[in-house]
């Protein structure tokens, strides 16, 4: 809250419901830009942004990985049940499924944009009902 400083010094008045000529009052929106570039300064890193997972605008994203022989429909199918399973929980949760680009491609993508948790599901990580989880802040996989 700025007060009316800035309106008497630069007499910026309006006129109120009276007719009567006033000061306005201001408020500032600096603090909340200041502060985005104050966290992307503080969480990033040379691959891009690393998000808190509550500010993040997309908390996990599910890619599959195909090999030759893969069902790619069926490794698609489980990457969008997954998913749904995540946003159910209330998860902010991208399923990835574009075909035009590697999955190096992809990964970095997703890097830069500060997803903190990625969720790889590949042909032989459906076979063992697994799948491959990266945490974007420190690269950790399991």
């Known amino acids: 809250m700025l007060g009316q400083n800035f309106s ?6 309006y006129l109120d419901e009276a007719n009567v000529s006033q000061m ?3 408020a500032s929106w600096g603090f909340s830009t200041r502060s985005i570039g104050a966290m992307i300064m503080m969480h990033s890193d040379n691959k ?7 500010v993040a605008q997309t908390q996990i994203v599910i890619m599959p990985i195909f ?3 893969d069902d790619l429909a069926v490794l698609n199918a489980k990457c969008e049940e997954v998913g749904a399973s995540l946003r159910e929980s209330g998860l902010r949760v ?5 075909d035009n680009h590697t999955p190096a491609y992809k990964f970095n993508v997703w890097e830069l944009r500060g997803t903190p948790i ?7 990580d459906l076979k063992k009902n697994e799948v491959r989880c990266v945490i974007r802040h420190n690269g950790e996989k399991s």
């Open 8 to 13: 008497k010094m630069f007499e910026i008045k």
């Open 118 to 124: 990625r969720l790889e599901l590949g042909g032989r």
């Open 24 to 26: 306005v009052w201001q």
């Open 94 to 98: 991208v399923v990835d499924l574009s």
């Open 67 to 69: 090999n030759k022989g």
């Open 48 to 54: 891009g942004l690393v998000l808190p997972p509550k």
